[in-house]
């Protein structure tokens, strides 16, 4: 079975997180909520739909995964601070595996991967960290360039969950 994780930190859109979440179990892939400590409760920007982290990023290898799932909210702020989170990311990355952040999730892929070149799209407050570190920024619902899926916002799902689950076809 294919491993997929979903990474979480405080902070993230709720919508963004569990949307991607339970289409993935759907359609039988093993999903893990990645933070960056193992059975923590992470709560999301509403307080209304808290989760638990399944595994640390610090305990895992990119060799068993198929693909990241990045959320956005203010949660990939505070990914981005944690060494074994933002090496995850790199590793997935290197070995050209499919990465899918939205919203303020493309913050990871600035801070992780190499984008330069690459068109990708993200809420615009994040726009000029996008292209500093070299990517193609455009407005559009989901761009997908390579092995890097992106989306802007929560009205983005549907095509943003469709293109996450073609990648892995």
Known sequence: MKKIAVLVEKLYEEVELLYPYYRLMEEGYEVHLV??????????????????????????????????????????DHMRRCEATLSFVK???RAQKPIAAICHGPWMLASSCDIKGKKVT????????????????????VVVDGNI???RSPKDMVPWT????????
């Open 35 to 76: 933070g960056t400590e193992k059975d923590k409760v992470y709560i999301g920007k509403s307080g209304s739909y808290p989760v638990k982290s399944t595994h640390a990023s610090k305990d895992i290898d990119a060799k068993d995964y198929e693909m990241v799932v990045i959320p956005g909210g203010y949660s990939p």
């Open 149 to 151: 899926i992106t989306s």
């Open 162 to 169: 469709k293109a996450i689950l073609k990648a892995l076809k």
């Open 91 to 93: 590793e997935l990355d």
């Open 122 to 141: 993200a809420v615009k407050s994040i726009k000029d960290d996008l292209i500093n570190a070299g990517a193609k920024f455009v407005d559009e619902e």
